[in-house]
C-alpha cells in the first residue's frame, strides 16, 4: 500500500466537523437542497439502512455526517441531547439569498439577516435535524478597536432592549 502523500488528505482542512444526527440520508438530501451540498460517499450502517459514516462537500469544505448510535453512548443527535452543541459557520457570497434557500428547503428562522459590528451580513437557522448554521457573508472589514466600539454600543443596546 502506498504511503500517503499528505497527512491531511486532498480536499479537508485541518478541522474537519462530524456531525451526528437522527435521519442521516434524510440529512444528505437537505443539505443538498438548503446548502448545494455534493455528496462523495456514503457507507451504510450494519442494518443497510442507516447510515456509519457519508461525507458532503459544500463551497470548500467536507462535512462528515452519521447516524446516531446511542448505542455508543457518544453518537447521540440533537434531537436526543434537546439542542446542538455547535454552530456551524456557512460564508456565502448572499446571506440572505442563502438564508431564504434554507428556509424554503425546511430550516427554521432562527434569526433573519443582519449588520453585525464585527463586519458580517449574519443569520442563523437550525436544520430539521437539531443543528444551527450561521450563515454569513463578510461585508466589511473592521479593526479590532473599531470593533470593540461596536460590540459595546451593541451590548448597550442589547441591555436596553433586556431591561424592557
Known sequence: MP???????????TITPHLVV???AKAIEFYKRAFGAEEIMRMPGPDGVSVMHAEIRI???ILMIVDEMPQMERWVSPDRLGGTTIGLSLYVPDAD???KKAVAAGAK???PPAD??????????TDPFGHEWEIC?????????????????????MAKQCAG
Do not use: L, Q
Not at 504511503?3 to 482542512?13: C, E, L, N, V, Y
Not at 453585525?116 to 437557522?125: A, E, N, P, T
Open 3 to 13: 504511503k500517503a502523500k499528505s497527512p491531511i488528505p486532498d480536499g479537508f482542512h
Open 22 to 24: 437522527k435521519g442521516a
Open 59 to 61: 463551497g470548500n469544505s
Open 97 to 99: 439569498a442563502a438564508y
Open 109 to 111: 428562522e432562527s434569526m
Open 116 to 125: 453585525m459590528f464585527w463586519g458580517d451580513r449574519y443569520s442563523k437557522v
Open 137 to 157: 457573508t463578510h461585508v466589511e472589514d473592521v479593526a479590532p478597536e473599531e470593533c470593540a466600539k461596536r460590540a459595546e454600543a451593541w451590548m448597550a443596546g
